[in-house]
């Protein structure tokens, strides 16, 4: 999945004098995702920006609290050649119970194309 680097927040505060710049990207459907990015121009901006992007991350779009505290990351991602229905996912760390569940309940959200919203979805 590509990631907006922070760069990019910065560059829209510097080019238009915004203390802080938040950027929420998706990629509406089966393949889709989502990316919120933040930036605050010192370190009070900073502390203000990421505060309103984990709640727009979690009130919005409806990220599990637990993902944010958790320090996993994803290394890759391949078929599991014994089921075609499952997926191998390698963590840089070993995930607990509480991950485990936050990364399902974050796989089970749905995500909806602009026209099943607006239709009610």
């Known amino acids: 999945m590509p990631e907006l680097p922070i760069k990019d927040a910065r560059d829209i505060a510097e080019k238009r004098g915004w203390d802080q710049v938040i950027i929420v990207a998706r990629k509406v459907g089966n393949d889709g995702y989502e990316h919120v990015v933040t930036y605050g121009k010192d370190k009070a901006h900073c502390e203000a920006a990421a505060?309103?992007?984990?709640?727009?991350k979690h009130h919005l779009m409806r990220w599990p609290c637990a993902l944010f505290d958790s320090a996993l990351r994803v290394l890759g991602v391949g078929r599991d050649a014994d089921n075609p229905k499952a997926l191998s996912v390698s963590l840089?760390?070993?995930?607990?119970?509480?991950?485990?569940?936050?990364?399902?309940e974050m796989l089970s959200l749905t995500t909806k194309s602009p026209a099943e919203v607006e239709a009610g979805a």
Do not use: F, N
């Open 92 to 104: 840089a760390e070993e995930p607990s119970d509480q991950d485990i569940r936050a990364i399902s």
């Open 51 to 56: 505060r309103a992007g984990m709640a727009i």
